[in-house]
């Protein structure tokens, strides 16, 4: 599952050996997978930070322009807060895990890609992403990576059309085993794959609309699951 991902991501970011990343998240999160591992595949470098420098705006933004990190993902709300100019290195930045203002996206738009991603753990860290332009729509999650599917089903399990809301289903290469030793849990939230038979698809719990430009716009959750500090609770 996730050779597919590392593929995708070096493609579609243009990295290569002279590439250098930013490890900005934590071991503990899946997004770290998306920090470290493609550079190394390519040969690139790392760029990991101490705590008390990611959690400096100016002095993140100093390490950033003394190594010349050129591929990092920050979540919305370091990206509001920290300083945008003189970060000439920084051409692919990745956002995603919550929704940016309009402002973040003004800002962060100028010199270079910027790209939003969505996706759970459960699907190999993402699973769709659009790269965001000036009067992008903040909640647009854009269209699934290689060899990924989406669905957007009612309450029923039948596609609902362009603009109508329903419940996002994730297929394809990315979708995870199941929780171990959790039967109850995954036969909740892994469904049969109408498409592949020997496949499962998994439900995020998540409402979405297919936009009438064909990307996918997040509105909320089904449930009254809310994110603590990057936690589901």
């Given at each position: ?162 603009g109508e809301e329903g419940e ?35 439900k995020t719990g998540d409402l ?26």
């Open positions: 599952f996730r050779s597919h991902f590392y593929a995708w991501y070096i493609s579609h970011t243009g990295l290569n050996a002279d590439g250098v990343a930013l490890q900005f998240s934590s071991v503990s999160f899946d997004a770290s997978l998306l920090d470290m591992f493609p550079a190394w595949l390519v040969g690139g470098v790392v760029v990991a930070p101490s705590e008390t420098v990611r959690r400096d705006f100016d002095a993140l933004a100093d390490l950033i322009r003394r190594h010349a990190v050129s591929h990092a993902f920050m979540p919305p709300a370091w990206l509001a807060g920290m300083p945008d100019e003189n970060l000439p290195s920084l051409r692919q930045l990745i956002t995603g895990g919550d929704v940016c203002d309009p402002d973040t996206i003004a800002r962060w738009t100028v010199g270079r890609a910027f790209h939003n991603i969505y996706g759970p753990t459960e699907c190999t860290v993402l699973a769709t992403t659009v790269r965001f332009t000036p009067g992008s729509m903040p909640r647009c999650i854009g269209l699934p990576i290689a060899n990924v599917r989406c669905h957007v089903l009612d309450q029923q399990g039948n596609p609902v059309g362009t996002l289903h994730i297929a394809g290469r990315g979708v995870g085993l199941g929780y171990l030793e959790q039967a109850e849990m995954n036969a909740a939230r892994y469904v049969p794959d109408p498409l592949d038979a020997a496949a499962s698809m998994y979405v609309r297919w936009c009438e430009d064909g990307h996918l716009e997040f509105i909320g959750r089904i449930d009254s699951q809310i994110k603590v500090r990057g936690f589901r609770v």
